[in-house]
């Protein structure tokens, strides 16, 4: 036993010469799991339960599906893209095919091998949340190819841009686990697709309820709890980052659904489960920018605000503009990390009391964090718009965008994948 707890001990500070943190190490490992189960089965059951049943199996295709594409082209050049050394916009591609990254090599005091999975998480998920802007109508062929263009081309620049070393990061840009990287990119992109494939069939005349709100108030519970690897485990290390930014978290989401099913109370009389899990989204995507920078006060107030604006984004997108972003990307996830990323220039300061945060950069105000979080909105915002759409048309070009009619009406189950989701 003597011997064995000897070696134990030397090969600790073996660890510890390398500069390697175990602890760390664990928790970010952790978490990397945590983001992929919001992913499969989180996201794929959430969205999976909000289409019609005959098109079920296709979203659940599609979650599956672009998580094995990610994966395999964060392997092969995204990484490289997102986190090679080099210029301002996009890094240099000396890591293709993860080269050089081995079983001894760190990021920080985390092996790359466990910082290259983890962030290989986030590539996996962005993509994957922009199915719900052209849910139940578009080819699984378009799907995969937009999806793989569009993770090269949007994702991993914007990451590069972010947290790469990129212009934005310099800047210094608040953006703690994916506001702009994340949730605007998706965002958008899901309002562009819906704009480029036009209405589903029967949209606004047809009721188009969820078919199982069980099984998509059981992937929502997988988000909320999934989402603690996506922010704490942002601050790459187990300590009282990571605390702070699983805490406001959990407060921002618990308000936002708190708040977004009141409103209903009060303007339908009764309020809905689908009400609570899309204002618990809100209030996480809002939050996620801000996460490590706020505290719980602050995280209160921004998943208040998530839960009025998103909601009222929510009707405003669908009844006055008639778009049909069919699982509600843009105005939740899209308009929550403008929302998020905003505020978290305002409630990052040290200057607030109850509501202070970290605090700013030595030297930088509000209004000149404002400012910088503006740059990052706008730009991520503009950039991701144009690139999306133009990848659109070359993918419809190539094989075409949406479904017939025909097939539309029989359901992307049969259709795409010759299955059906239930067979009762």
């Not at 001894?104 to 962005?126: K, Y």
């Not at 920078?293 to 009844?319: D, E």
């Not at 190539?398 to 239930?422: A, I, K, Q």
Request: charged share 10%; aromatic share 10%; hydrophobic share 55%.
């Amino acid at each position: 036993m003597a011997v064995l707890l000897t070696a134990f001990l030397a090969s600790g500070l073996t660890l510890a010469d390398d500069g390697l943190s175990g602890a760390n190490t664990a928790w970010i490992l952790t978490s990397t799991a945590l983001v992929l189960f919001m992913t499969l089965p989180g996201l794929a059951l959430f969205y999976g339960g909000l289409v019609r049943s005959k098109n079920v199996l296709s979203i659940l295709m599609q979650c599956f599906a672009i998580a094995c594409i990610a994966s395999i082209l964060w392997f092969v050049v995204g990484y490289a893209i997102a986190f090679g050394e080099g210029g301002d916009y996009i890094g240099s591609l000396d890591k293709m095919f993860l080269a050089g990254v081995m079983e001894s090599s760190l990021s920080g005091d985390l092996p790359e091998t466990v910082f290259v999975m983890f962030q290989m998480t986030f590539a996996v998920i962005t993509p994957a949340l922009i199915i719900g802007g052209f849910a139940e109508r578009m080819k699984f062929s378009a799907v995969m190819i937009f999806s793989a263009l569009w993770l090269l081309v949007v994702y991993a620049p914007v990451t590069h841009w972010v947290w790469g070393g990129g212009w934005l990061g310099q800047m210094g840009l608040l953006d703690f686990a994916g506001g702009t990287v994340v949730h605007i990119t998706a965002g958008v992109a899901a309002l562009v697709a819906a704009l480029v494939l036009g209405n589903r069939r029967g949209f606004g005349e047809t009721a188009m309820p969820p078919h199982n709100m069980t099984m998509t108030i059981t992937g929502a519970g997988m988000l909320w709890v999934g989402w603690f690897g996506f922010n704490a485990g942002s601050a790459l290390a187990a300590n009282g980052d990571a605390g702070m930014a699983m805490l406001v978290t959990h407060l921002s989401a618990a308000t936002g659904a708190f708040t977004w099913l009141c409103i209903e109370w009060i303007k339908y009389g009764k309020p809905s489960a689908l009400g609570a899990v899309t204002g618990m989204v809100a209030g996480l995507g809002t939050i996620t920018p801000a996460s490590g920078f706020v505290g719980p006060a602050g995280a209160i107030v921004i998943g208040f605000s998530a839960g009025i604006v998103c909601f009222y984004a929510t009707l405003t997108i669908k009844q006055k503009w008639k778009i049909d972003d069919s699982l509600d990307v843009f105005p939740v996830h899209g308009v929550g990390g403008i929302l998020g990323t905003f505020m978290a220039g305002i409630f990052a300061s040290s200057e607030l009391g109850i509501f202070s945060g970290q605090g700013l950069a030595e030297g930088v105000s509000i209004a000149q964090q404002l400012g910088v979080q503006l740059t990052g909105i706008g730009a991520t915002f503009v950039y991701t718009a144009i690139v999306t759409y133009i990848l659109l048309k070359v993918v419809g070009a190539m094989v075409g965008l949406r479904v017939s009619e025909d097939e539309e009406t029989e359901g992307l189950d049969v259709v795409s994948h010759n299955e059906r989701g239930y067979d009762l």
